[in-house]
């Protein structure tokens, strides 16, 4: 695998990652020998119209989005099977739930990043709709928060039609209630994200995904003070 070739220029180095999207892998550009994520459709997916169509949207929102705390992407094209790919910027580092108990400094330095990150992406009347710890990534070195993953990115003040997508632990209520998305919602997951980074708990669980889900519509969240009794007051009310 090591020596294979994708798209007659991208030599694998290795696997990133793989999902029901698709694969994503860490390549050297053979044109400009340059380090980057390969990230191809899966091709039961390619036969879709309608995904292939999200994919390139994707690309086109991405490309637009150009901020210090989102990911860059480089090349959209398509495989010899129709598959269509994209290649965007590595992040070397890790995920922001491969950190364990941060220092509250930490955390209002992250979140503050992340809301950056959104505040521009808002700006452009668009919503994320995917914030989740895999999807927020910690640049090493400088310690830059990259937010990732842009494939549910939803335009700014539609009124969701009640489908799930992303995912429950952190879904804004209203994605399933048919209310209206915008940039409260992407905020609603950045609570969601917040309170686990800081308690190392989820605020609402349940055994299946329909009870999870009633939990983030019906039941209030403990408060944070119930597993850290030594959080600041004011980092506690803007997480709530």
Request: aromatic share 8%; glycine share 6%; net charge neutral.
């Amino acid at each position: 695998m090591a020596e294979e070739l994708l798209a007659n220029r991208y030599k694998v180095i290795r696997k990133l990652g793989e999902g029901g999207m698709g694969t994503v892998y860490q390549v050297e550009d053979a044109l400009t020998k340059e380090i980057v994520a390969f990230k191809i459709l899966s091709k039961q997916l390619a036969d879709s119209p309608e995904t292939i169509l999200q994919f390139k949207q994707e690309f086109r929102v991405m490309n637009k989005l150009k901020h210090p705390n989102t990911i860059n992407v480089f090349d959209y094209g398509i495989m010899p099977d129709k598959s269509p790919y994209l290649t965007m910027e590595v992040v070397p580092g890790y995920e922001l739930n491969e950190i364990k108990d941060p220092d509250y400094k930490e955390v209002c330095r992250i979140l503050l990043q992340v809301c950056q990150a959104l505040s521009f992406i808002h700006s452009r009347l668009l919503v994320h709709c995917d914030i989740k710890p895999q999807n927020i990534r910690i640049k090493e070195g400088i310690k830059a928060v990259k937010v990732m993953d842009f494939g549910l990115m939803n335009q700014l003040g539609l009124r969701s039609n009640g489908q799930i997508t992303g995912t429950v632990d952190y879904l804004p209520p209203e994605i399933p209630t048919g209310g209206i998305i915008n940039a409260s919602s992407d905020l609603y997951s950045v609570g969601v994200v917040a309170y686990e980074l800081v308690t190392g708990k989820l605020p609402f669980i349940g055994t299946s995904v329909l009870e999870v889900i009633r939990a983030h519509i019906n039941t209030p969240v403990e408060p944070l003070r119930t597993y850290k009794p030594d959080i600041p007051e004011k980092l506690e009310k803007i997480i709530l």
